[in-house]
């Protein structure tokens, strides 16, 4: 069969595999077959995983064969955060399956903001349609965003933001769409096309 003949391979693969991301695409590829195997290769990248991004890769993949030891792995993750941005990527990523927990995280995300980006997540990760939906709180930190704008990168995220999270009539979308209209050049027309009468 298909699946002896591409043991051997994979056999091969799990011992060349020294990286986390190398175990861990080993461990996807065998998951649908073997369980057991993958479950194994996964303890193996888990002894490795030493970083936010690694543990954080880690538990999306093993989300799809044992959500408990998923949440095991995402408690490791929290005890490494140590940032504003950290909290709230983690925040974002387990709200599918723990909004209580979500909101803790974001919370601890609160304690330290200081850049526009901190605000900005801050804002999107409560405001989130899909998540919290917590329009108050998306709000409160856009416009704690707003005086850290710095370029029109921000201005664009901020308002994309503000729209998905607040929606058009919200005051707040409303000020920034006025604010960036505001700052688009006005079309001059030459003094000819307006004879004086």
């Not at 991301?21 to 590829?29: C, M, R, S, Y």
């Not at 995402?74 to 909004?99: G, H, M, P, Q, W």
Request: hydrophobic share 35%; proline share 4%; net charge negative.
């Amino acid at each position: 069969s298909d699946r002896a003949k591409s043991e051997p391979i994979r056999k091969k693969a799990e011992e060349k595999a020294e990286s986390l991301g190398d175990l861990i695409n080993v461990a996807e590829k065998v998951q649908d077959n073997n369980k057991d195997w993958a479950t194994k290769i996964y303890k193996k990248a888990e002894e490795k995983a030493d970083n936010l991004y690694e543990t954080n890769s880690l538990a999306e993949a093993v989300k799809e064969i044992d959500q408990d030891w998923a949440i095991k792995i995402y408690k490791k993750s929290e005890a490494i955060c140590d940032n504003t941005a950290e909290y709230v990527r983690l925040a974002e990523t387990i709200i599918e399956f723990d909004k209580d927990w979500a909101r803790e995280l974001l919370v601890k995300a609160e304690e330290d903001p200081g850049c526009f980006s901190d605000f900005n997540d801050l804002g999107n990760a409560y405001g989130n349609p899909d998540g919290l939906a917590n329009k108050e709180k998306a709000a409160e930190y856009f416009e704690k965003a707003f005086p850290k704008v710095d370029d029109q990168w921000d201005t664009d995220n901020l308002l994309d933001g503000a729209k998905n999270c607040l929606g058009m009539s919200h005051s707040f979308t409303q000020k920034i769409i006025k604010l960036v209209d505001d700052a688009k050049p006005k079309l001059k027309l030459p003094k000819q096309y307006f004879p004086d009468y």
